[in-house]
């Protein structure tokens, strides 16, 4: 028995048998030509047939893994057919009269070599898609298949990596589990696995490709990153136990996907999940949320070794807000300080940091950090339904201060005739006492409120979140806390506004009755928690007595 370890991109658990996924790499000769006219006019032939084929990959992906997921093939047609790749590949037939596989070749390199070499992670990992659709398209020039699928019967695909179109090519039917040996947790390749229900582990090393062969028996753990290969009698029973264990709470969940967030009596809740980037998205979308409630996009600067650009910002926005495909997506604005701490925005140390200089406190002292992120916002916004949440709200002064800067970034945009979304909900987070008492003087100004009741409770009942001995005085369901939400919600709704909460306590289903009691409308939850959730909402009747 040997076990690798992996990430896991899909927490499932699969135990089956190896089939060594075989790509036929064409191998690609440089050969002269006299005639690149005809060269050229081949190659357009190939790329006409290589764009049918991503059409009909974009229907498959569509019918098996929805319209967001399916968008990465409508976005290889584009890369397809971009400007700077085919001059590059014309280019190169006509100033060095050689074959069209040849340019196709040399150009995939070069633009692969470019997007690796980009300090994004999105667009490294856009390096995969031109291979991808260079394979695609140089199978074509030679009239070969531009991969083969999984051996019969059903099984654990393993490869190096997998592109996006060999993930979707694959028959799900046939597939028990992806394992690669390399690969990025942000490549469609992870977030199609995850959409597809399969599990799936990433990054085990080369080592494994080396202990691999056809018919191997593996039992691969989408939860722990573990791959083991040919393992012993009581790993195998274990792993056996916990599997059943696991498809029958799927089973369970499974039956509620695409089922309503309403109770027996017919009060309806959003239930929303709540994602620390990009990569939140497909375990959200897996698991039917409804929106998202809370991106805390503080960890796209925790990731970060300097303060991430205008430009990154927004495509990481622009992603998430595309890929929710119209449904509502709240990103609360940095929240850093106190535990979460950042080495280049060089804060001094302090006494108390959970009582310091964080989150809001931040942007408004200094506004260039902020202006940066509200125009990625504000850009992104143009491209599905945004909310803008601000964290650490004590006073209506700061709620106007921020009004203002919005105002002022919204219109520097429009000087610069960049498009900004029609309507943009502006909220603020309820995670302090003082703004849960002086929320009927906040909700005038704002669309929503957010509980943060990891805060909440903090500051209500003056216990560090993060100082373990506290815990036996630090009761979650304590009277003032909830007196808090409930007065919240009043008030919000006394003034037009909405009110979520996105800690942890919206997960806790011992308070979901007395959560829509107090009016709540939407729920926020790690992406696991929705369909347990959905669960316990649908089995309330607020009709009965309280
Ligand atoms: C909260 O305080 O409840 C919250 C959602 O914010 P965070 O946990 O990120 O502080
Ligand atoms: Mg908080």
Redo the contacts with the bound molecule.
């Keep these: 028995m040997t076990t690798f370890q992996g990430k896991g991109v899909y927490g499932a658990i699969a135990i089956g048998i190896v089939s060594v996924f075989k790509r036929q790499d064409a191998v690609v000769r440089r050969e002269h030509v006299d005639d690149p006219a005809a060269e050229l006019k081949r190659l357009e032939d190939a790329k006409a047939a290589a764009l049918a084929q991503l059409a009909e990959i974009y229907e498959k992906a569509l019918r098996e893994v929805g319209e967001a997921n399916a968008q990465i093939f409508e976005i290889h047609q584009m890369m397809l057919e971009d400007d700077d790749y085919n001059e590059s590949i014309s280019q190169i037939i006509e100033t060095q009269a050689v074959n069209a596989e040849y340019a196709v070749s040399v150009t995939a390199q070069t633009f692969a070599e470019m997007f690796a070499s980009m300090d994004d992670a999105y667009m490294q990992a856009r390096a995969a898609d031109v291979k991808d659709i260079s394979n695609r398209l140089i199978a074509c020039l030679s009239g070969a298949d531009a991969a083969s699928d999984a051996a019969d019967g059903k099984m654990i695909v393993c490869a190096d990596d997998l592109a996006p179109s060999e993930t979707v090519s694959l028959d799900k039917e046939r597939v028990l589990a992806f394992v690669t040996a390399f690969g990025s947790s942000n490549s469609h390749t992870a977030i199609l696995a995850r959409n597809m229900n399969i599990p799936a582990v990433i990054r085990v090393g080369e080592a494994f490709l080396d202990a691999i062969r056809d018919g191997d028996r593996l039992i691969v753990d989408g939860y722990t990153g573990e791959v083991i290969l040919d393992p012993d009698d009581v790993t195998l029973a274990a792993k056996t136990e916990k599997q059943s264990q696991d498809l029958a709470k799927k089973a369970m969940l499974r039956e509620l996907k695409g089922k309503e967030n309403v109770t027996l009596d017919g009060t309806k809740v959003s239930i929303f999940a709540?994602i620390g980037g990009v990569d939140g998205l497909g375990p959200a979308l897996a698991n039917d949320a409804g929106g998202i409630g809370?991106f805390?996009s503080e960890f796209l600067y925790l990731e970060s070794d300097t303060y991430p650009t205008e430009e990154q910002q927004f495509a990481a926005y622009r992603k998430v807000l595309e890929g929710m495909a119209g449904k509502k997506v709240i990103i609360r604005t940095l929240?850093i300080g106190a535990d979460k701490q950042i080495d280049y925005f060089k804060l001094d140390k302090e006494e108390n940091p959970a009582l310091g200089f964080r989150a809001i406190r931040i942007c408004l002292t200094r506004p260039e950090i902020f202006r940066t992120q509200l125009r990625a916002l504000y850009r992104a916004s143009a491209f599905g339904n945004l909310g803008i949440m601000f964290?650490m709200i004590t006073s209506v002064s700061e709620v106007q201060q921020i009004l203002a800067i919005c105002d002022s970034v919204k219109e520097e945009l429009r000087s610069e005739d960049i498009p900004v979304g029609e309507k943009v909900e502006i909220g603020i987070?309820i995670?302090t006492p003082a703004a849960a008492v002086i929320s009927d003087r906040l909700a005038p100004l704002v669309d929503f409120f957010s509980?943060?009741?990891?805060?909440?409770t903090q500051y209500t009942l003056a216990c560090d979140r993060q100082n373990a001995l506290l815990e036996p005085f630090c009761d979650t369901h304590h009277e003032a806390v909830l007196r808090l939400i409930e007065l919240s919600a009043q008030n919000a709704h006394k003034h037009g506004a909405w009110i979520g909460i996105?800690?942890?306590l919206a997960a806790d289903t011992t308070l979901t009755e007395a959560f829509l009691r107090m009016g709540i409308d939407e729920l926020s939850v790690s992406a696991p928690f929705v369909l347990p959730l959905r669960g316990a909402v649908r089995a309330l009747d607020l009709s009965a007595n309280a």
């Design positions: 709540n809370l805390r929240d964290p987070m995670e509980v943060g009741t990891n805060d909440l996105c800690g942890e």
